[in-house]
């Protein structure tokens, strides 16, 4: 069966720093992109970062750029996403994505095959 698991999550201070993983089993998740989304209490969910199926495209948000940074094993079938330079409006639920039909990028919810069940993260202020 199918299945991205998310860890990682938790409190940080601004300024801080998180490092969420993304577990991937039951499929072939190093054929697809893979990709982060978050969403925050009454907003939508939206993009963060995409990584192509062999890490040679590398896609982010621009309100995350410089900050974040996104990768990948595929021999251990895990996600990454390295958050430094948190604020407190980043406070959001984090997903694991991936989309079967790209292994270039995977950038727009409505064409994620794939969802986590998140890792919540808070940014105190």
């Known amino acids: 069966q199918e299945q991205l698991v998310e860890s990682g999550g938790g409190l940080v201070q601004a300024g801080g720093s998180l490092r969420l993983s993304c577990a991937a089993s039951?499929?072939?998740?190093?054929?697809?992109?893979m990709g982060w989304f978050r969403q925050a209490p009454g907003k939508e969910r939206e993009f963060v970062a995409s990584i192509s199926r062999y890490g040679g495209t590398i896609v982010y948000a621009d309100s995350v750029k410089g900050r974040f940074s996104i990768s990948r094993d595929n021999a251990k079938n895990t996600l990454s996403l390295q958050m430094n330079s948190l604020k407190p409006d980043e406070t959001a639920v984090y997903y694991c994505?991936?989309?079967?039909?790209?292994?270039?990028?995977?950038?727009?919810?409505?064409?994620?095959?794939?969802w986590g069940k998140g890792t919540l993260v808070t940014v105190s202020s």
């Open positions: 039951g499929r072939t998740f190093s054929s697809y992109a």
């Open positions: 994505a991936a989309d079967k039909t790209s292994s270039l990028r995977v950038d727009i919810a409505a064409r994620v095959n794939y």
